[in-house]
Structures are given as structure tokens and as C-alpha cells.
């Protein structure tokens, strides 16, 4: 079993990326669940032309499944992402300054793309580790959205199995207790989640 895992390094308004984090964290894990899975972890630098230059590596490498993990800085909860949009935001640049010069990924193309995975049964794996999550029809219209439709395109109907989930921006260090009013989501949080959402994945790969 072979498991992809990546995730996004800083962009213009998000100097700290807690994707990266939580995709390295995961990798690291030590489960019963995970113990005969190969797990090979990857930082995009979040722009388009890595994507279109990495991506194609680590699929190249035959994965059983992939799992593309994002920031979403105005979101409160994980979201796990059950589409990609053939769609581009052509206000906002990337990391390296470009800008696309179209608002679709591939002109001519299908209006979207379809997760295969279960998401019902990751949502309800993300929900077990006491964190909020929802079914999200919308990854956006920047990167995130644009490495989720790239890898969907390139899954055909057997493997690799592509899903994509949208965590909060959480800050580096937990605040002290009393300077908060309300518990927020660490870090740690995500990763417990996320490595819910990674067994699920995984268990899917396997039916």
C-alpha cells in the first residue's frame, strides 16, 4: 500500500501554512493502522507551475491513494472537499507572482470533477476525533482547487483514490487558556483528524 500525502507552503496572506505541517506530521505517525503503508510526503510550493511540474512525479510513483490537504483562512471547521471546479481565480497570484490569464483550468473541458472516495465515511472518521467538519462542494478557485482537479484528471477509475480537505488556519502555538474565551483548533487537532481521515481513505482503497 502506497499513500501520497501532500501539502502547501506559504502564500501571499498566510506567511505559515499549517498544511505543510500537518501532511509531515502524518507521515511520521506510528498506528497499527499505518504500519504497512508507504507513506511519501510532499510540500507544494504554492504555485501553479510546481503542481504542474511535482505532481505528475509523485503520481508517476503509482499510489493507491492520494491525500491533498489546504488552507482555507477563512473557514472554522475541516471541510472535506467532494469536487474540483474547472476554475481559476485570475485576481489573486500565486507564491512566485503569476497570475492566471484564464478563469478555467482546460477550456473545453467538464465543468467539474468528482471525488471517487467515500466522503461520507471521512467526514464521519474526521467527526470521531471530537472536530468540526463538514461536505464542502467548493475548493475555491486558487491552488487548492487546481492541485485537487490536476490529480482527479489524472486518476482513472481504479487508483489512485483523490480526496481533498480544507483545514482552518490555526496559529503555530496554542494561547494560553486564559487568553482564550473559547477552546480553539490546534494543530494537534488537525492531525488527529486528518490521520482519521487517512485510515478511512486508506480502508477504502482496500474494499
Known amino acids: 500500500m502506497r499513500v501520497v500525502?501532500?501539502?502547501f507552503g506559504p502564500f501571499p496572506g498566510a506567511p505559515f501554512n499549517p498544511?505543510?505541517?500537518?501532511?509531515?506530521?502524518?507521515?511520521?505517525?506510528?498506528?497499527?493502522?499505518?504500519?504497512?503503508?508507504?507513506?511519501?510526503?510532499?510540500?507544494?510550493?504554492?504555485?501553479?507551475?510546481s503542481v504542474d511540474r511535482d505532481?505528475?512525479?509523485?503520481?508517476?510513483?503509482?499510489?493507491?491513494?492520494?491525500?491533498i490537504v489546504g488552507v482555507?483562512?477563512?473557514?472554522?471547521?475541516l471541510c472535506i472537499e467532494t469536487r474540483a471546479r474547472n476554475a481559476l481565480s485570475v485576481l489573486y497570484p500565486d507564491a512566485s507572482g503569476h497570475r492566471p490569464a484564464q478563469g478555467v483550468i482546460h477550456r473545453g473541458a467538464?465543468?467539474?470533477?468528482?471525488?471517487?472516495?467515500?466522503v461520507a465515511a471521512l467526514q464521519a472518521a474526521a467527526r470521531s476525533r471530537?472536530?468540526?467538519?463538514?461536505?464542502?462542494?467548493?475548493a475555491g478557485r486558487y491552488l487548492c482547487n487546481y492541485a485537487y482537479w490536476r490529480a482527479l484528471e489524472r486518476a482513472d477509475d481504479r487508483a489512485p483514490l483523490v480526496q481533498f480537505v480544507h483545514i482552518p488556519a490555526v496559529m503555530r502555538k496554542s494561547r494560553p487558556r486564559r487568553q482564550l474565551r473559547t477552546?480553539?483548533?490546534?494543530?494537534?487537532?488537525?492531525?488527529?483528524?486528518?490521520?482519521a481521515v487517512l485510515i478511512a481513505?486508506?480502508?477504502?482503497?482496500r474494499r
Do not use: M, W
Not at 26 to 36: S, V
Not at 72 to 77: E, F, Y
Open 5 to 7: 500525502l501532500a501539502g
Open 183 to 195: 477552546r480553539q483548533t490546534t494543530l494537534r487537532d488537525l492531525v488527529e483528524a486528518l490521520e
Open 55 to 67: 505532481l505528475p512525479k509523485l503520481l508517476a510513483a503509482k499510489p493507491d491513494a492520494v491525500l
Open 19 to 49: 498544511s505543510a505541517a500537518v501532511i509531515n506530521a502524518l507521515a511520521q505517525r506510528r498506528r497499527p493502522a499505518l504500519a504497512n503503508v508507504d507513506r511519501i510526503s510532499h510540500v507544494f510550493a504554492t504555485a501553479y507551475a
Open 201 to 205: 481513505l486508506i480502508a477504502a482503497t
Open 110 to 118: 467538464v465543468a467539474e470533477r468528482r471525488s471517487r472516495a467515500p
Open 130 to 138: 471530537k472536530i468540526s467538519v463538514r461536505l464542502s462542494r467548493d
Open 72 to 77: 482555507a483562512c477563512r473557514r472554522r471547521v
